[in-house]
Structures are given as C-alpha cells and as structure tokens.
C-alpha cells in the first residue's frame, strides 16, 4: 500500500494552538484560531505488515538512502526509541502509541521519497508521524477516523524531543483547507471549500530561527499577562486573531485572494507589533522583512506573511494569478537565491456525471422483464406525468447540476434505451399529443443529448457494471444512482442534490444512508461509523454487504441509535475515481463474493484509503425491483410529499 502525506503551513493564525491550550488555566484568554492547509509536497510510503518488528527505510530529500532500521514491537524498545531523537524516533513514538490502543503487529515502512522541505515551519516530523499512524490504521483496519490518526500522530510526537503544536497533524486533512480551534484540550475541525483555485508560494528564507527560543518567550505571555508587552502578545494571539482569521475564512470561501492578501499583511503587521518585543533576538526577523517587501514581487502579489513559529525560516506570499505565482518563484530563485514551493488551493473536483446501471435481467419481475426492462416500468410521478422509470432517477441527476449521464445497459437492451432518448416519435403520433406533452417529446430529445449509453458485455454484479463505466467517467468523481430505485426528497433539495452538496463541503466520497430494521438487514448493504454532524453525517469505518442479523449485532452498530435499527446504502452515491482500480484489481483477480464482483468492498477498500462519508438522507426510496414493492412505489410515490 502507498501513503502519501503533505506538508502542512499555517496561513494564518500561529501560536494559536498552544496559546488557546491555556484555557484550562485561565479562562478569559481567548480560544484559538488557525487556519492550516496541506502543502503540494510530502512524504511517501510503501507500506506492508510485518510479523513482529518496525522495519523502516527511507530516501532523504538528497538521495541519501538510509535503512533498513529494524525496532522490535514492543513497548519497552518502541520508547526508548522515541526518546533518542532523529527520525526514526517520531516513527517509533507512534507506534508505541498505537501498540498501547490496539492489537497490532508491525510494520515494513519504505519512505521511498520526500519533496518537501524539512526544518522549515511546514511540519515534516508531523507528516511521518501521521503517516504512520494512517500506515497501522490502513493494514489493520482499525477504523480511526483522520481525527482519530490526528491525535495519535500527535500523542506519538510529543513522546519525542520535539515540541510539536497542536495544529501540526492537521497534515491529516490533506490538501484541503482546515479551520481548526483550539480550546484548552479540545480541539475543533471544519473543512473549507474554496470557489476558484488560490495560488499561493512558500518561501525557504535561508537564515536560521530559534523556535525553542521563540516559543519560550512568547509561552512567558501566559496564562496571566504581568506587563504591557504580555498583554500584548495575549491580545494578539486572542481577540486580534479571532477578528483576522474568521475574516481571512469568508474571504477564502469566497476565493477572494485580494481580500485575503490584505489579511495576511495585516496580521504581519500586527505580529510585528505585539509578538516581537517578546522575543526581539528571532522575531525582529530582518531577512522575512526584507523579503515581504521585495519591491519586484509588489506587481504579482497581493500580500505575505511570515510562516509557522514566524521568525526567519519561511515566508508565504498570496499570487493575483496562476502565471503570477510563477513570476513570483522566478523572481526569489534569480534575484534572492532562495528556494520556492508552489501551494495552489483547488476548488476540487465538480461532479460532473452520473452512472446509472441498468443491465440487469429484472429476474424477480420476470415475465414482465421479458416485455421490457424494469428501468422502463411506468411510475405516475406527482404532476400525474406516466414516466419511466429511468427518466425520473435521469431528471433527479440533472436537476443536481450533472452534465452527463452515463446509463449501464445490456447490447440488446441498447435500441430499447435510444428510442426513449433519442428517437422522437412519428408525426402521426406526435400531432396526437397535447401541446404539453408536445412539449414534453421536444423536452426528452433535449434530455437524450445529456445521456450516454456503455454496453456491460456479461451482467457479473453491480462491481463490474459500474467498472464497464471507467472510460467514460474518466478521471473524476461521480455520482451512482442504482437503477432500480427512485427516489424522493423531503425538503427542498433532491436526494442527489444533497449529496452532491455534502461532498463539495468536504472532498471525500459519500453515501446516502436511511435507517432500517434489523429484520430487514438482509437485503442491503449496511455500514457503521461515527457521527461527525449531529447524527446527520457519519464517518464510516465499515461497509458489510447484505451483513446476518448476528454479524450486525456484533460489529455494525452505531452509537446513540437504537438496539435494532442499522444504518444501511439508500442507493446513491458520490465516489471519486479510485474505486475503479481497485474493481480492476478484483476482475483481474477474479476476486467474487456470490459468485459475482460486488461494489461494496471496492467501496470498504477506498474508504480505507481515503475516507468515507454517510450522509442521513432527508427523502425516501422507493424499490422497483421486486413485485410487492413495485406494486407498493405505485401506490404511494405519487402521493408521498415533502413535509
């Protein structure tokens, strides 16, 4: 397995974490506010279990390749190693760590690369330390959340010589964009989307600070100011920079980088005011000065700061544009001799399409399904429209702003499907309509222009049917809508839509969840995981396909539900891209469950790679598959309404 884990810069808000960690003595300090993002640049791993020891390698960002350093797993030797130093020590306090919580054998770890600078503010020690708490957690399954290998990462850290922040293992969160607040021991996380790409650059200053200095003054601030200059610093990093980041957050939201720049002037400019008199010796800082103002840059910015502990190491600019933030590297690489990162936030990945698979025989709704394909099955919607099947769960996609859709059918089923979309009917016919329904076959011609059709050559489960759609999704996510189901919102945003919304907040595939019986458990995929929103968004650590009511009882519970009701896939889905390797590596493999290639543990696999979300959904579905519950959608899906 590879793991690839980023650096991490502050934008705003340093010395935050450890100054709102001060609460617990004295509560009228402010609490703390940071807003961090991970780098473009990081640490990659292979990673494997091994029986019985730690066995580390690593390539320096030079080329040098160290290793293989060999730690026995157990306690004793994990922390003595941790408390040397060095590398190989933040490795080692992790494990102890994990080694004290679960039941883990060992690790083989080959840091095969790093690219990003180390010593720098950007927090390498703490991207090693989440990587190898996300190494245990993916080998063994251990169902921590990115919170959960957050803290352990941390917990692992501070075991080291290193004084690490709190906010340091935000690296966790990848690439996107965090606010993270900091309030005694508690610490709260809330993923940002941004609208447009930001282009920032990371400067590698050259000179030298000294943390341990910097944090030892300004920690002299604290918990009660004794002088102005105290005041001072306990202003800045409370009041000052709740104003400033919740400001700075708006403006990243909102991909205004213009306002943003101003921002990170003006909090330089008062961390000039109140954090440098603490420590004047590192934080006068001549050379991040001399940088910030650089007359050259003052065309291709919009402003800059100072990074991590501040001081002398890193400086962060704000670019006005894409070829800005290359001016910009090009100018500090010719004129100042200093090394440059690009950072560029992107808005991610829109979903643009959707995958409907509709290759499937209708064996329990045979002879029927002999006529026609169940998807074809008329369904009375609300406005008393007779309508397909197939063109309700369509129109709900499209509705949700996907471009494209992507039907799975059968070779023979393929001239049933065109008709629908794409033949308008004969003329005779057509002038027999009323002008509505005139209207509505101009309509569903429109409609046809936005769907797709991919031919699943031998019908071998959903896996495989939605792998036969890889070419035409491409490199994106998507959104699965089965096709058996539809669907019906209970507020004003369709069930796509709101699945759609969740995942442009948080980046991370998502699955539409309802509650369910434990009676019923047996024809659904059920999974498991804990509340993250208010018991409306869950952080998955399970999926089990169509799980025994005595493997559910055991292993798929969730906390604060009651005793016999699950949590199990309403149908729809967000994925992103990735899913499709891992169906190759199943078909490849002949890897079948029921003799066919399921979805659900391709599904189990990427959110164990990269996470995965269930969001409760406000609708309801509504099976067409078998007859009782056909019969039942008829009777009911016209007169069912949003509350």
Known sequence: MKIFVPGRICLLGEHSDWAGGYRRINAEIERGYAIIVGTNQGIYADVQPHPNALVLSSTTPDGQRLGPYEIPMEPKALLAEAEKGGFWSYIAGVAYQILTHYRVRGLVIDNFKTDMPVKK?????????????????????????????????????????????????????????????????????????VRDNLYFVIVDLMAQKNTKKILADLNKCFPFASNEVEAGVQQLLGSINKRITHQALEALEAADAERLGALLVEAQDFFNRYAAPACPEELTAPVLNRVLNYEPLKPHIFGGKGVGSQGDGTAQFIARSESDQQAIVEIIERDLDMPCLKLTLYSGAKVRKAV????????????????????????????????????????????????????????????????????????????????????????????????????????????????????????????????????????????????????????????????????????????????????????????????????????????????????????????????????????????????????????????????????????????????????????????????
Not at 409 to 429: H, M, Y
Not at 536 to 556: C, D, G, M
Not at 600 to 629: K, V
């Open 121 to 193: 503010g950007l927090s390498s020690s703490a991207a090693i330390c989440v990587l190898t708490a996300r190494a245990f957690n993916r080998i063994y399954d251990l169902k921590m959340t990115v919170r959960g290998e957050m803290e352990m990462a941390y917990q692992g850290e501070i075991l080291t010589p290193s004084r690490c922040g709190r906010m340091d293992q935000g690296c966790a969160f990848g690439n996107r964009p965090i606010l993270m607040t900091f309030d005694g021991d508690r610490i709260d996380t809330s993923e940002l989307q």
């Open 356 to 643: 409907i698979p509709a290759a499937g025989f209708g064996t329990r709704l045979f002879p029927a399904s002999k006529a026609t394909k169940k998807e074809l099955f008329p369904i009375i919607d609300r406005d008393g429209i007779a309508k397909p099947a197939i063109l309700l769960i369509v129109e709900e996609a499209l509705d949700a702003g996907i471009e494209e859709v992507i039907i799975v059918v059968q070779e023979g089923d393929l001239p049933a499907f065109q008709s629908f979309f794409n033949v308008q009917v004969t003329i005779e016919n057509f002038n027999k309509l009323s002008s509505p329904f005139q209207e509505y076959a101009r309509r569903l011609l429109e409609i046809g222009q936005r769907v797709r059709f991919v031919i699943q050559r031998a019908q071998e489960g959903l896996g495989h049917a939605v792998y036969a759609a890889r070419e035409a999704i491409g490199a994106e996510p998507f959104l699965l809508m089965l096709g058996d189901h539809i669907y019906r919102s209970e507020s004003d945003r369709s069930c796509a839509q709101q699945l759609v919304d969740a995942f442009n907040k948080h980046g991370i595939s998502v699955v539409g969840m309802r509650q369910t019986p434990e009676s019923h458990l047996a024809h659904f995929g059920t999974l498991t995981g804990f509340w993250v929103e208010d018991r409306h968004l869950l952080n998955i650590t399970e999926f089990a396909e169509k799980p025994t009511v005595e493997y559910a009882r055991a292993s798929l519970r969730i906390p604060d539900m009651p005793e016999d009701q699950y949590m199990t896939v309403f149908g729809q889905y967000i994925i992103k891209p990735q899913i499709f390797d891992y169906l190759e590596e199943h078909i490849e493999n002949n890897v079948r469950e029921r003799g066919e290639f399921q979805l659900t543990s391709a599904l189990d696999r990427l959110r164990q790679e990269d996470g995965f979300l269930g969001l409760l959904m406000d609708g309801r579905r509504y099976d067409i598959g078998q007859p009782e519950y056909y019969l039942e959608t008829l009777q009911t899906y016209r007169q069912d309404t949003p509350s």
